[in-house]
């Protein structure tokens, strides 16, 4: 068995190294924003594996110590700086316990990537401001070693429609902040106004509706919010719609689709339409992408094209987007 | 190996005929308020066996269809009237697959019960207006069943102590109403008054947050919320925490404590503490309650304590608890 010689050379190192056949559990373990990758993750190797794995921030992860956490584990970490002492102090602990780490961070020397066994390194665009290309980040670099896993402990080998489809994501994020720039300019002058926007999305969008719920609308903006499983609202959220509510509702094209369907009609029969605003996959051309992975990549399309929604908004508001914290970054605790 | 007599006559029927040996995997399946008790019993199972599990919301479990769902599952739904479509269709799914379905319901002739291989019967307060004993209660059954697939698989045989502690809930939940008391009477006309209140948990905990953040005050008095794991907090949350903002911190006595208390620091250091209602283990008497499963049983009494704190709140806003729904049981979707 061979992986792509396209895939990256920091996932080839790494699953090189790996005895897959003494793999039993897969650990994915993060916070925040990086943990939101793990979701989508996930949710792949569920598709195509028969391993069982875990989502866990990674304080929680070393406090609730797993009884199954030991050398059939593969732990794969990440944070974008490879500062996040918890996630650090995540991969210390499962090498204490035999566990392989992988260490997914833009920064080679940092504290996650020496505590790892193995480093990932990806790009990110807003660390620096300068445009990456889709296949470079985070979610792409992830979704090579969750597939390059199932390749390697006997699943079926689809790392070639893999790659090929991530090198085919970036055109398809470009057409796509086309196709929602009219959406956005729209929405964003209501949305801009309002205290709460919850965000709703199932499969493999969930993470992307998390990250832009924590990381965007209550970090980077102060508004309240939360992302609701999208058939989670129908066993009480939903409560709070009304006319006046503000919804960002994520269509993808996976398999749970039907499930941000039903959200769908319920938000727009006693919801306004101009305060719900919905991402749909059908709207995107995804040429390049092969149609098994097409739900998995675009939860990442549509943050992508949500952030320049998130700027649009920060204008409006006069909020700055990367400088207003009143506590990241900004103090210790 | 032989289980207590004084466990639950359905639980024990259900572990009676379970061929433990071939179960490799638990998936915890149900919808909201149900699904709000999966996160606890998956935390028991963590600490106490190497065996695999996943909490899947039904729709999703059905629509993602995982991989590993197969003859060696066993499948533990939940829905308390079991007329709820989504769990009823992912028990049918399950058993599609050849996998082992336990429900637990209190309608033992409800299409959940009819559609599982085992039913597992238990009380709700809410649904009869009868007080019960926790010992009866959802979380009781289930911790049940979880440590009886712990002692049966080969893990340590702890129920004994777990059905003297369940046996012995009732009192500390009776004698922590009166503890609360004067707390839920400070706090409730300023909470009367917000318009969103978030609540903060992790560990055992993180789900009785949950269910009270979705089924309380999301569905049952149209209060914004989310619940917010005690650590993510810090990974962007916190950025709309202030003076004003209204929070819930529910601080268990189990290993992730260290989590909740370093969220508590933060919350009184940069929010009002007449904003920040804490609901602190160490307060209790815990009397009867095995050390070990001190953590785990305490979220149920912070759940059913706040009941009354959600009474007060609906009292003085005058928005009923059970009746006031615009959606919910009230129009089809």
Chains 1, 2 share one sequence.
């Not at 732990?75 to 490879?82: D, F």
């Not at 210390?92 to 392989?100: I, L, P, Q, V, Y």
Request: proline share 4%.
């Amino acid at each position: 068995m061979t992986l792509p010689s396209t895939f990256d050379k920091g996932v080839l190192a790494a699953l090189g190294a790996l005895d897959a056949s003494a793999i039993h559990h897969v650990f994915f373990v993060a916070c925040g924003g990086s943990l939101s990758i793990m979701h989508p993750a996930k949710f792949l190797l569920d598709q195509h594996a028969a391993i069982a794995s875990d989502v866990y921030n990674a304080a929680e992860f070393v406090a609730r110590a797993p009884k199954l956490l030991g050398p059939g584990s593969l732990v794969i970490l990440c944070s974008m700086t490879g500062t996040t002492k918890e996630t650090t102090a995540a991969a210390e602990f499962a090498r204490s316990k035999g566990a392989t780490t992988i260490g997914l961070t833009v920064e080679p020397g940092s504290p996650l990537a020496n505590a790892c066994d193995h480093v990932v390194g990806f790009e990110a665009p807003y660390t620096t401001g300068v445009p990456i290309d889709a296949v470079n980040s985070n979610y792409s670099r992830i979704y090579q070693l969750v597939m390059g896993v199932v390749a390697l402990t006997g699943g079926e080998n689809l790392t070639e429609p893999l790659i090929e489809s991530l090198a085919a994501l970036q055109a398809a994020i470009d057409k796509a902040q086309l196709v929602f720039a009219p959406l956005f300019d729209d929405y964003a002058p209501r949305f801009a106004k309002e205290n709460v926007v919850y965000t709703v999305a199932s499969g493999a969008s969930y993470g992307a509706a998390y990250s832009f719920s924590i990381c965007v609308l209550m970090e980077m903006q102060w508004i309240n919010s939360q992302a609701i499983h999208a058939n989670e609202f129908f066993h009480g959220p939903f409560e709070v719609l009304d006319k006046d509510r503000a919804f960002i509702l994520m269509k993808g094209c996976d398999s749970t689709r039907a499930l941000e369907d039903r959200a769908d009609t319920f938000l727009h029969r006693f919801g306004s339409a101009q305060k719900i605003l919905v991402l749909d996959a059908e709207k995107l051309d995804l040429d390049g992408i092969y149609p098994q992975f097409r739900g998995n990549v675009v939860p990442l399309i549509f943050f992508d094209t949500l952030w320049r929604f998130a700027y649009k908004i920060a204008e409006l508001r006069k909020h700055e987007m990367l400088e207003a914290r009143r506590y990241m970054k900004k103090i210790s605790y």
